[in-house]
């Protein structure tokens, strides 16, 4: 037995909702994936309970630790070892199933390993005082100890957290999706829908990895010195170079805005796969593979400059040439993103829709990743970031993209459920879901967006004192509606029923995961 599965088999009420089935010839595809899909429902369950906490925490005015040891937490848990991994899991099973490669050996257990123990790692790092929330640009979190905020070793802690993480994202796990997609033997047992890379959905998949693995080892090598020398391995006179600010905040935005590119183009790969297998008329083809490809590489070349963006505010000596290139360039991603827009629709005008959950709550993470497209023009724009910079426009923009693209591959788990657990979920609780907590996320971002534009600061512990506690209730409101829906996601998956047992709808549940 796979070593996934028995973890799987010990893990209590997530045995229940994610535990695969041993008999059908499928756990090599099935296990590290559903294993991966749990953990990551679990760091969710932790980020939503600090989400609902943080408006709270400033509401009783708690205390500005409590509330920025919150915010860190919930952007930590949110951000990685839920978002990222949850499209690690998904991306992973979609890819073994159409190249029919198994999903064994070591490399995907340090893939869960990595990402889980570096999360946690950084979890009691931030309990322990590293609340950093997201400015973990060296040398500022240094600060910090020679302030007395946190000790040297919970710094070191906090960064080998990280460390760990940035490695399971940059390395590990498009190494493991490289690998089945270009070498290895195939498994005819183990192919579910065959699929070759002029395929949309699979080409997305491997640019995605190759971005991530070319942008990110600029910062991979640049931390690794950094983290050596805090160490004391070396002395840190040796990598001093590494530790300018400069160097480290270009490095860590050429990653990071890449990264959310990178899983960007990874979850539009995943709707063009997924799309064509819920169209009314039974066709199976988007509207134009030429546009969807067209797409992909429009959104790939203009990522990899467009985050001189991030330096109109925070380099405002940085030549105007590369600040306007910047705002060009991400103006420049809505061609891409409007070219998506346009096959998406475009498929559903010509060939129908069956209205099923899995795909419902797909097309509405893409609607919210339309309005956080239209955010980030604004946010990238010269003058208009002098404006939104440091505010919750900026969390808003943030959040939006997150919730998005999660949402989005929610739903494209609801299509590869019954595949990997041999279970079928209730299409009306699904329903109720995506209705919930679409209206509590659009609520969320343009609450968080409109507070943005009126000069509401973010990462700001008392909201009260500003005049902002109205936004802050709005937010908490917003906040228990995801919250709910959240609930009736995770019902849905502990009510989900064996597919042998059900008798009317199997074939039907079964029948588009192929």
């Not at 309990?127 to 400015?135: A, H, M």
Request: aromatic residues 12%; glycine residues 10%; neutral net charge.
């Amino acid at each position: 037995m796979i070593a996934a599965t028995k973890i799987l088999q010990r893990l209590p009420l997530f045995n229940r909702m994610f535990g695969v089935d041993s008999e059908d010839g499928l756990q090599e595809i099935n296990s590290w994936p559903a294993l991966m899909i749990a953990s990551s429902f679990i760091w969710l369950a932790v980020a939503g309970l600090l989400g609902v906490a943080m408006p709270i925490i400033q509401r009783l005015e708690l205390g500005s630790d409590l509330f920025y040891m919150a915010l860190t937490a919930h952007g930590a848990a949110l951000a990685f070892p839920f978002s990222f991994q949850l499209m690690a899991g998904i991306s992973l099973h979609r890819a073994g199933g159409c190249v029919g490669k198994p999903i064994t050996g070591v490399l995907p257990a340090l893939i869960f390993i990595s990402m889980n123990l570096g999360a946690a790692l950084l979890t009691v790092a931030i309990l322990l005082g590293f609340s950093v929330s997201l400015v973990v640009m060296y040398p500022l979190p240094v600060v910090g100890v020679g302030t007395g905020q946190w000790s040297f070793n919970t710094l070191v802690l906090g960064f080998t957290g990280i460390a760990l993480v940035l490695t399971m994202m940059i390395y590990l796990y498009p190494v493991q999706l490289l690998k089945m997609m270009f070498f290895g033997k195939k498994r005819e047992d183990l192919i579910l829908s065959e699929r070759t890379l002029d395929d949309p959905g699979m080409l997305g998949m491997v640019i995605a990895a190759l971005v991530l693995i070319v942008m990110g080892t600029p910062l991979m090598i640049i931390a690794s010195y950094v983290l050596v020398a805090l160490y004391g391995i070396i002395p840190l006179d040796v990598v001093a170079w590494a530790t300018k600010p400069v160097v480290f905040q270009f490095a860590f935005f050429t990653f990071a805005h890449n990264l959310m590119e990178a899983m960007a183009l990874m979850v539009i790969s995943g709707i063009y796969a997924t799309l064509p297998l819920y169209l009314a008329d039974g066709t199976r083809e988007l509207y134009s593979k030429r546009l969807a490809n067209a797409a992909l590489w429009i959104l790939l070349i203009t990522s990899f400059s467009s985050f001189f963006h991030h330096f109109i505010t925070l380099l405002p000596n940085l030549p105007a040439s590369l600040a306007y290139h910047g705002n060009i360039m991400s103006w420049g991603t809505g061609i891409g993103a409007a070219l998506s827009i346009f096959t998406i629709l475009a498929t559903i005008w010509k060939h129908g829709l069956r209205r099923e959950p899995g795909i419902m709550i797909a097309l509405m993470g893409f609607v919210i990743y339309v309005m956080d497209g239209a955010s980030a023009l604004v946010t990238s724009n010269v003058a208009w970031s002098f404006q939104l910079h440091g505010t919750m426009w900026q969390s808003g923009h943030t959040m939006t993209v997150l919730i998005a693209m999660s949402m989005m591959w929610m739903g494209v788990l609801y299509h590869h459920y019954p595949v990997m657990t041999g279970r079928t979920l209730n299409p009306k609780l699904g329903n109720w879901f995506c209705v919930l907590f679409t209206a509590g996320a659009l609520s969320a971002g343009l609450v968080m967006l409109a507070g943005g534009a009126a000069g509401m600061p973010r990462r700001f512990a008392d909201w009260a004192q500003g005049g902002w506690a109205g936004y802050g209730d709005a937010i908490l409101l917003t906040g228990l509606l995801m919250a709910v829906g959240l609930v009736i996601f995770a019902a849905n998956f502990m009510k989900s029923s064996k597919m042998k047992d059900v008798t009317s709808g199997a074939a039907s549940a079964a029948e588009p995961a192929e």
